[in-house]
């Protein structure tokens, strides 16, 4: 990450928008977004798969379902926002992965410039490669800044995408997983 170049440019924006980046109240500004820009894309070039690590025996091959993974990325079209959570499902072949990990997925790949329809079609393919899964079922549900704030400015709108690989393409497991993820705790 170049944070000099990310502070140059916040400078140059601000003076573009007809600020003074001089001005007390925007003094720091330009180290607060290269620092908030370090970690929004902490995760570009890294490998979705290797944050999977060591994996266990599947002695059970029934569906393993995590719901309510929070996440947050940056619209890759505005540079703004996204926030909701991720529901991952995966009918385990021979590999079961620890959940946490599945969670450390969803954060790599959420934490550089995405679309909500890319993000949810990578974690599908990054899980259903690392685990040789039967079935990937994602679903992901967010709000964007973008929608939101500008544009359509509609705050209330909420964007769900769904990815399905494997036995979960198929209507009726898809439809029993779905169950499972709608289904309130």
């Known amino acids: 990450m170049q944070t000099d170049r990310i502070k140059a440019a916040v400078i140059e924006l601000l003076e573009a928008i007809g600020e003074d980046p001089n001005r007390p109240a925007l003094k720091n500004t330009p180290t607060k977004v290269a620092e908030a820009y370090t970690s929004f894309f902490r ?20 569906a393993v379902i995590l719901k309510d993974i929070e996440l947050v990325s940056i619209c890759e079209h505005h540079l703004l926002p996204f926030t909701g959570v991720a529901h991952i499902a995966y009918l385990p072949n ?24 890319n993000l949810t079609a990578e974690v599908a393919d990054a899980l259903e490669s690392a685990l040789d899964a039967k079935g990937v079922l994602v679903v992901v549900e967010a709000r964007h800044q973008c929608v939101a704030s500008r544009g359509a400015r509609q705050p209330d709108v909420n964007t769900v995408t769904l990815a399905s690989r494997g036995l979960y393409t198929e209507p009726s497991y898809r439809a029993e997983v779905l169950g499972l993820i709608n289904k309130k705790s």
Not at 48 to 61: K, L, R
Not at 100 to 116: D, K, T, Y
């Open 43 to 62: 995760g570009i070039g890294v490998d979705p798969q290797s944050v999977i690590g060591d994996m266990f025996e599947a002695v059970n091959a029934e």
């Open 94 to 117: 021979k590999k079961l992965a620890g959940l946490g990990r599945l969670a450390s997925v969803i954060e790599v790949l959420a934490a550089r410039p995405q679309l909500q329809e």
